[in-house]
């Protein structure tokens, strides 16, 4: 089932697009949005498939805003929906999927959406299998092979620390405060949006997208997408397999990436541990 959503100033194309979409089976009409922003403030706490633009729009153009939905969301589909065909040479230069002239017909929108279809089908094959290494060092892996993030230091910092949290929801709060704890509110949270932009970017291109959920308030890691060695060390110290611990533990926890709020769960670790080599 493809998720849509479409953005045009005029009612009347809401409602003819609208109309023209409710002999779709496999289509979810999710929203008629009239206005740019309501379309984004949806996108927070939502998933697409395709959006459907119209170029000449009050205020934000349909170009401008399809360059912005490229950045923060490369995985959705841009299809330009507008009376105007001197358009098209530009919208093909931001890489939207296709472009339609109004007014819409059920033929035309079908060959896009089956084309759109049939793309989403080719990706669509078992997610890549990621393994998280939080102690010694962060890295994020894949059979081994290493994703670099060193050049997204703050990016890697977050997914650090969202996989502290091992799944739980957090706050813009409690992560600004760890990670930039003398920075003013206002300059911290304006960091968080544009390190989150950064990690979301770097995990599409890499086709790990599914690890990372977020909504207007809060961020939080999916657990059942990768495999960890914090949730795996966990898992032996349960069940006390002193064998499999001393396999997982190659060093403290982030030992080598320094980041201040990682301190009190080093310490924490080695209590741990203290304790079960007090029981030998």
Same mark, same amino acid.
């Given at each position: 089932?493809?998720?849509?959503?479409?953005?045009?100033?005029?009612?009347?194309?809401?409602?003819?697009? %609208?109309?023209?979409?409710?002999?779709?089976?496999?289509?979810?009409?999710? #929203?008629?949005?009239?206005?740019?922003?309501? +379309?984004?403030?949806?996108?927070?706490? @939502?998933?697409?498939?395709?959006?459907?633009?119209?170029?000449?729009?009050?205020?934000?153009? #349909?170009?401008? +805003?399809?360059?912005?939905?490229?950045?923060?969301?490369?995985?959705?589909?841009?299809?330009?929906?507008?009376?105007?065909?001197?358009?098209?040479?530009?919208?093909?230069?931001?890489?939207?999927?296709?472009?339609?002239?109004?007014?819409?017909?059920? %033929?035309?929108?079908?060959?896009?959406? @089956?084309?759109?279809?049939?793309?989403? $089908?080719?990706?669509? &094959?078992?997610?890549?299998?990621?393994?998280?290494?939080?102690?010694?060092?962060?890295?994020?892996?894949? /059979?081994?092979?290493?994703?670099?993030?060193?050049?997204?230091?703050?990016?890697?910092?977050? *997914?650090?620390?969202?996989?502290?949290?091992?799944?739980?929801?957090?706050?813009?709060?409690?992560?600004?405060?760890?990670?930039?704890?003398?920075? !003013?509110?206002?300059?911290?949270? !304006? !960091? *968080?949006?544009?390190?989150?932009?950064?990690?979301?970017?770097?995990?599409?291109?890499?086709? *790990?997208? $599914?690890?990372?959920?977020?909504?207007? @308030?809060?961020?939080?890691?999916?657990?059942? %997408?990768?495999?960890?060695?914090?949730?795996?060390?966990? @898992?032996?110290?349960?069940?006390?397999?002193?064998?499999?611990?001393?396999?997982?533990? $190659?060093? %403290? &926890?982030?030992?080598?990436?320094?980041?201040?709020?990682?301190?009190?769960? $080093?310490?924490?670790? /080695?209590?741990? *541990? !203290?304790?079960?080599? #007090?029981?030998?």
């Amino acid at each position: 089932m493809l998720r849509i959503a479409i953005l045009d100033d005029e009612r009347h194309a809401l409602e003819l697009f %609208e109309s023209v979409t409710e002999s779709f089976e496999d289509v979810s009409l999710c #929203g008629l949005f009239d206005d740019a922003d309501d +379309l984004l403030a949806y996108l927070e706490v @939502n998933s697409l498939d395709i959006i459907f633009l119209d170029i000449e729009m009050p205020g934000k153009s #349909g170009m401008q +805003l399809a360059e912005e939905l490229s950045g923060i969301c490369p995985e959705i589909s841009i299809v330009f929906v507008t009376a105007y065909s001197e358009y098209a040479v530009e919208a093909f230069e931001l890489s939207v999927f296709d472009y339609i002239l109004k007014p819409v017909s059920a %033929e035309r929108l079908r060959k896009t959406l @089956n084309r759109i279809g049939k793309g989403k $089908q080719t990706i669509a &094959f078992t997610p890549k299998r990621l393994t998280i290494q939080c102690f010694q060092r962060f890295e994020c892996k894949i /059979a081994e092979k290493v994703f670099p993030l060193n050049h997204l230091m703050k990016a890697k910092e977050l *997914l650090a620390f969202l996989v502290s949290r091992k799944g739980a929801e957090t706050s813009w709060e409690q992560i600004t405060e760890a990670l930039w704890p003398d920075m !003013n509110c206002e300059k911290a949270h !304006n !960091n *968080l949006y544009i390190t989150t932009y950064r990690l979301r970017k770097w995990l599409s291109e890499n086709n *790990l997208s $599914q690890i990372f959920e977020s909504s207007r @308030n809060s961020y939080r890691i999916v657990p059942s %997408e990768f495999s960890c060695d914090l949730f795996d060390l966990e @898992n032996a110290m349960k069940e006390g397999d002193k064998r499999r611990i001393s396999v997982l533990y $190659q060093g %403290e &926890f982030l030992e080598e990436d320094g980041y201040e709020w990682a301190y009190p769960i $080093q310490a924490e670790w /080695a209590r741990k *541990l !203290n304790l079960l080599a #007090g029981q030998e």
